[in-house]
């Protein structure tokens, strides 16, 4: 399975911007969204989970990202809304085949598949 990350680009603070995140080659039931800025580690961002639909978010980005899936395109997005300049970074979306658990949501081992990144820059 191939993820393909698009959507990233450059926006004032304050600005929504929506990620997609397509998958081919097979078919995924839960996605995550991860980040990573200059200089600092890989971090979760959103999940959801096959089934029911369950979302996870982040306490940085909570109230303002929304993820979401269409499983009929095999995609999954985030809505991130109301963007600040700690929101820069390359985002990176991740799949699974099947579920997971609550407590694994936001661990990368969680996820089987990962796509290449798109760079959000916030300017302030």
């Known amino acids: 399975v191939q993820l393909q990350a698009s959507g990233g680009g450059l926006v004032q603070a304050g600005d929504s911007l929506r990620l997609s995140c397509a998958a081919s080659?097979?078919?995924?039931?839960?996605y995550g969204w991860f980040r990573q800025a200059p200089g600092k580690e890989r971090e979760f961002v959103a999940a959801?989970?096959?089934?029911?639909?369950?979302?996870y978010y982040a306490d940085s980005v909570k109230g303002r990202f929304t993820i979401s899936r269409d499983a009929a395109k095999n995609t999954a997005y985030l809505q991130m809304n109301s963007l600040s300049a700690e929101d820069t970074a390359v985002y990176f979306c991740?799949?699974?085949?099947?579920?997971?658990?609550?407590?694994?949501?936001?661990?990368?081992?969680?996820?089987?598949?990962w796509g290449q990144g798109t760079l959000v820059t916030v300017s302030s």
């Open positions: 991740a799949g699974k085949s099947g579920s997971f658990i609550a407590s694994s949501a936001r661990y990368s081992t969680t996820y089987d598949y």
């Open positions: 080659g097979g078919t995924l039931g839960s």
């Open positions: 959801i989970r096959r089934g029911d639909g369950a979302r």
